[in-house]
């Protein structure tokens, strides 16, 4: 399964990826927020790409998000109902993300059948709290101290958007 924006093109992931997601899971800006610290080295981002590979084998619902022929960030659904994203730092602010999810949140509502989507995010991380209130997800509530990564603790704001009827 392979989903067409205007400007991306949304797919599974494949070994060829590794050195591009690597690039996204290393930088430090990129996983300020992240659930796990930034990536040190390739076989690292290796693990992510052969769980992403084998998900993908089942059904495809977390994706790379393709721009220009290289991998610049992944998308989707991957735990339970849980959708989240993740973008390389040079292309933050040109609405991917949005234009992504935009794809990605029908096909996932098509494809299972949740009654709702949900998001976790650092409430610091105001960038990608607006891309999900942008989207139609509404907070539900917030827990304190949820992630520890390299000794700082990080807080969680949890988001739902529910089915359309």
């Not at 990536?39 to 290796?46: C, S």
């Not at 959708?83 to 794809?103: C, K, T």
């Not at 096909?107 to 942008?134: C, M, W």
């Amino acid at each position: 399964m392979t989903l067409r924006t205007e400007r991306l093109i949304l797919r599974a992931a494949k070994q060829g990826d590794l050195l591009d997601l690597f690039a996204i899971f290393s930088d430090p800006r990129a996983m300020r927020y992240w659930s796990t610290a930034a990536h040190e080295n390739p076989e690292r981002t290796q693990q992510n790409l052969d769980r992403l590979i084998a998900s993908a084998e089942q059904q495809l619902t977390y994706f790379v998000i393709e721009k220009d022929g290289r991998a610049i960030g992944t998308a989707g659904m991957h735990k339970t109902d849980e959708v989240g994203f993740l973008l390389h730092p040079d292309y933050w602010r040109q609405g991917i993300v949005s234009e992504a999810m935009n794809a990605i949140i029908p096909y996932l509502f098509e494809i299972t059948d949740h009654a709702q989507l949900t998001a976790d995010a650092d409430p610091r991380n105001e960038a990608s709290v607006g891309i999900l209130k942008l989207l139609g997800f509404q907070e539900t509530h917030r827990a304190e101290k949820t992630f520890c990564i390299n000794g700082e603790w990080s807080d969680s704001v949890y988001f739902a958007l529910q089915r359309p009827s």
